[in-house]
């Protein structure tokens, strides 16, 4: 079964402060994805990308940046980090032939 | 742009009763699309995805049939267990772009005994 891996998995971190989060997948899949979970939102799309070097923008991008350095792993950058962006995070890969997103387990990042 | 409506937000149900949690979506492309289940403290995972237009696909007891008549597709089960608790969510696929996924707002199913 595929494999996407996220770290960390949990994150504090104040207003206005710097935060990365991280994503690797091992299953050679071209498609990455940066989606955020919030109660009565459902699954939100944040950044995506068709492989190393390409960045889509998604549904709600404001306030955060990716970058896809290879085609395993897939960064999301939180600059100034807000108490809006307290949330789960959730990376996802897929294969374009199957059109089946394979989830991480999230990484649970509080801003005070 | 491509939407996904999922009407329920709580769902709560007796052990063997069926449920039939409903799906609708907006979209101008060939649609395709999921339902993924999301327990507790774990992460979504495919549940099932659509075939040909009227067509049921099937999973672990779970159903559902595309109907592009009425942009609807809608997961049943005939018998619901302790274990179908869960967050389920419906995800549209634009398809001509490359796999981006729409979700709805989601429904949680609640099974006691």
């Known amino acids: 079964e595929a494999a996407v891996t996220q770290s960390p998995r949990n994150k504090v971190t104040v207003t206005g402060g710097n935060v990365t989060l991280s994503c690797r997948q091992t299953?050679?899949?071209?498609?990455m994805y940066w989606y955020r979970q919030d109660t009565g939102h459902g699954l939100r799309l944040i950044h995506y990308s068709y492989g190393a070097g390409n960045l889509q923008i998604g549904d709600v991008p404001d306030g955060y940046k990716a970058t896809r350095t290879t085609q395993e792993d897939f960064f999301l950058l939180l600059e100034l980090a807000s108490p809006s962006q307290t949330s789960l995070y959730f990376c996802?890969?897929?294969?374009?032939?199957?059109?089946?997103?394979?989830f991480g387990a999230g990484t649970r990042l509080s801003v005070l | 742009g491509d939407s996904v409506t999922q009407t329920e937000g709580l769902v709560t149900l007796t052990k063997g009763l069926p449920v039939m949690l409903n799906c609708t979506y907006q979209?101008?492309?060939?649609?395709?699309l999921f339902w993924y289940v999301q327990h507790l403290n774990e992460a979504p995972k495919l549940l099932l995805k659509?075939?040909?237009?009227?067509k049921r696909t099937e999973h672990q007891g779970f159903y559902a049939t595309l109907h592009k008549s009425s942009s609807s597709f809608h997961l049943q089960k005939s018998s619901v267990q302790l274990s179908d608790s869960a967050l389920y969510f419906c995800a549209l696929s634009d398809g001509g772009t490359g796999s981006k996924l729409s979700f709805g707002k989601g429904a949680k199913l609640t099974v006691s005994p």
């Open positions: 996802a890969s897929s294969d374009y032939s199957q059109n089946t997103l394979y």
């Open positions: 299953n050679s899949h071209n498609y």
């Open positions: 659509s075939s040909t237009d009227n």
């Open positions: 979209t101008t492309y060939s649609p395709f």
